[in-house]
């Protein structure tokens, strides 16, 4: 509760015409933003135990710091990396983990399809973004596992069945959040190395953990 106070308020004081989220509420806030981001955590035991043996959490498109904030927040002995497109919204995120003490998490001002993932990680996305789309700019060298937070009908809304060649579904779960219909569905690709790249004009992951 105090941690979702903080937050907002630094949201919506300190840096009030941002538009970090679209949440003004405080209980759409707390619901939408905070809870949507910790309830996998308590809905799938896939989702909690692959998140808590994990080395890293890659948080990608985390805009105004959702869900890496409140993740990084919760459990505090993980190392949290968010990668934003958007420099504005890496900075402010930047000043508000800082002034929330949230010492686990590292922000970067970077397009995920520019990073070669040369570690096992977890990644997690909030952000609206299609899962096709997503997993096509993903290029590894190692097993990862990937989990989007989606609405309920995530099967009829996304034509991801394609990349099912690629990725197995590992989780696909739906439930409630009060009158909010809520999925997390998580893929782990089949093969190592997925995709290619030039070693010229990508950066490793390894590189930016430094």
Not at 3 to 11: C, D, V
Not at 183 to 208: A, E, Q, R
Request: some cysteine; charged content about 25%.
């Amino acid at each position: 509760m105090e941690f979702s106070k903080q937050l907002h308020k630094l949201i919506f004081e300190d840096f009030k015409g941002l538009n970090l989220t679209n949440y003004s509420n405080y209980d759409d806030f707390k619901l939408l933003q905070i809870c949507d981001s910790l309830k996998p955590l308590e809905m799938s035991s896939i989702f909690k135990k692959t998140i808590e043996n994990a080395e890293i959490v890659l948080d990608i498109g985390f805009g105004g710091g959702f869900p890496i904030l409140p993740l990084a927040n919760l459990l505090c002995n993980i190392q949290f990396l968010g990668i934003e497109a958007k420099r504005k919204k890496v900075e402010a995120v930047d000043v508000i983990k800082n002034k929330l003490n949230l010492n686990n998490v590292r922000l970067v001002h970077e397009r995920i399809e520019n990073i070669v993932i040369d570690k096992e990680v977890v990644i997690v996305v909030k952000a609206v973004s299609d899962i096709k789309d997503l997993l096509n700019k993903i290029i590894t060298t190692k097993k990862i596992n990937i989990f989007f937070y989606k609405g309920p009908n995530v099967e009829e809304k996304e034509n991801y069945q394609e990349m099912l060649q690629l990725w197995n579904i590992i989780e696909n779960r739906k439930y409630s959040l009060q009158n909010f219909q809520r999925s997390i569905i998580g893929f782990t690709n089949k093969n190592v190395p997925h995709g290619t790249y030039s070693k010229h004009d990508k950066i490793p992951l390894s590189k930016i953990l430094k």
